[in-house]
C-alpha cells in the first residue's frame, strides 16, 4: 500500500466499512424479498421468491443489453468499411477527367508536333 503514503490504514477502514454496509443491505434485500410471489408466463403460472424473480429479471436485462450493444457495435464498425461516396477508387474530386500527369504535377505541357504520318491533320 505505498501508493497512499502513511494515510493507508484510514482508507482501508473506510473501504471495509462500506463493505461490510453493503453486505449488510444485501442480506437484508433477501430477508425482505424471501416470500414467494406467483409469476405469470402467460402460457403457464408458478411461484417463486422474489428475490429470485428481481435477480432473475436483473441478469435477463443485463445479458439482453450486453447483446444488443455488440449489434449495434459491429453494424458502426460494418458502415465505417463501406465507402461513403461512389468515388472510392483514389481520384479526388479536384482532379480533372483525362488530364495528363505532367500537367497536374506542375510542369508545363509542350504542345503536340504533328507529324506527316498524323492521320488527324491530312
Known amino acids: 500500500m505505498r501508493r497512499f503514503g502513511d494515510n493507508w490504514q484510514p482508507i482501508l477502514y473506510t473501504i471495509l466499512i462500506v463493505l461490510g454496509l453493503a453486505i449488510a443491505w444485501l442480506i437484508a434485500f433477501v430477508i425482505k424479498n424471501s416470500e414467494g410471489t406467483e409469476v405469470d408466463f402467460v ?3 408458478t411461484t417463486a421468491s422474489l428475490v429470485w424473480v428481481i435477480l432473475i429479471s436483473l441478469g435477463i436485462g443485463v445479458l439482453a443489453g450486453v447483446l ?3 449489434l449495434y457495435r459491429r453494424g458502426q464498425r460494418q458502415e465505417r468499411r463501406q ?3 461512389a ?6 474530386a479536384d482532379e480533372a477527367v483525362g488530364e495528363p500527369e505532367r500537367a497536374s504535377s506542375g510542369l508545363p ?3 503536340e508536333e504533328v507529324g506527316a504520318g498524323d492521320e488527324r491533320h491530312a
Open 43 to 45: 402460457f403457464f403460472a
Open 68 to 70: 444488443l450493444s455488440q
Open 83 to 85: 465507402p461513403a461516396d
Open 87 to 92: 468515388l472510392a477508387d483514389g481520384v479526388g
Open 109 to 111: 505541357v509542350p504542345d
